[in-house]
């Protein structure tokens, strides 16, 4: 069965500065991975996905993700934090022979002027 | 955003007191799902419907059943409520089960269970 782990609950960027979001999974077949948004009050919105074509995965809003294989990673950057991306962050993974999705436990992304 | 609507937006209920939570899409997508949303536990499946009146059990679904009459509803039904069933509740709609099928997700409804 496959999982997720977000390796932070919390993460605080000033505006302007890297944002970095950490990701790792364990999936006993190829997997699809996600990350998705989601507002205050608000569902989850899709930010990408990576379904084994290009590595590098972008994004709306100016995130992007990179799929690792040898690290099971999949980390969620943007260059320059914007007060608008102070949300809940949920990576997810799910294998290709079925759309069973496992949600990691989200990282809270705060963003300070 | 995908038209999906779920009903009501929020819900406090005793316990012991049955409810029912409904989602409606307007995507004519086949699979639906019910989710809850814990503090620490991103999101649970409960159920999910491949069509209609064809529904199978998610990883939480002890004290939930579903029902599926028409493509584009689906419901959530807990027939007598605990505390331990408060959570805010997500609906979600996607085209196929294929793995790298994303599901988009409805605004959720909060409930509370006192």
């Known amino acids: 069965a496959q999982s997720v782990t977000q390796l932070d609950s919390h993460v605080s960027v000033s505006e302007g500065t890297p944002v970095l979001l950490r990701c790792n999974y364990s999936?006993?077949?190829?997997?699809?991975l996600f990350w998705y948004v989601q507002h205050p009050n608000k569902g989850l919105q899709l930010l990408l996905k990576?379904?084994?074509?290009?590595?590098l995965v972008k994004g709306i809003n100016g995130f992007e993700a990179e799929f690792k294989k040898s690290e099971t990673s999949f980390h969620l950057t943007k260059p320059s934090a914007h007060m608008s991306d102070a949300a809940e962050y949920f990576c997810?993974?799910?294998?290709?022979?079925?759309?069973?999705?496992?949600f990691g436990a989200g990282t809270r992304l705060t963003v300070k002027p | 955003d995908a038209g999906i609507t779920q009903s009501p937006r929020h819900k406090v209920t005793e316990t012991g007191t049955p409810v029912t939570l409904r989602c409606h899409q307007t995507?004519?997508?086949?699979?639906m799902y019910w989710y809850r949303q814990d503090p620490g536990h991103g999101l649970r499946l409960i159920h999910y419907?491949?069509?209609?009146?064809?529904?199978d059990k998610g990883e939480v679904s002890d004290g939930y059943s579903v029902s599926r009459s028409k493509t584009e509803d689906f419901l959530l039904t807990l027939e007598s409520a605990t505390s331990s069933q408060t959570s805010v509740y997500f609906c979600?709609?996607?085209?196929?089960?294929?793995?790298?099928?994303?599901?988009?997700f409805g605004d959720g409804t909060r409930l509370s269970i006192l």
């Open positions: 419907s491949y069509g209609v009146k064809d529904t």
């Open positions: 997810v993974v799910s294998d290709l022979r079925n759309n069973d999705m496992r």
């Open positions: 999936s006993s077949y190829s997997p699809s």
């Open positions: 979600a709609i996607s085209e196929s089960r294929a793995g790298n099928q994303p599901q988009h």
């Open positions: 995507e004519n997508h086949r699979y």
């Open positions: 990576y379904t084994s074509a290009a590595t």
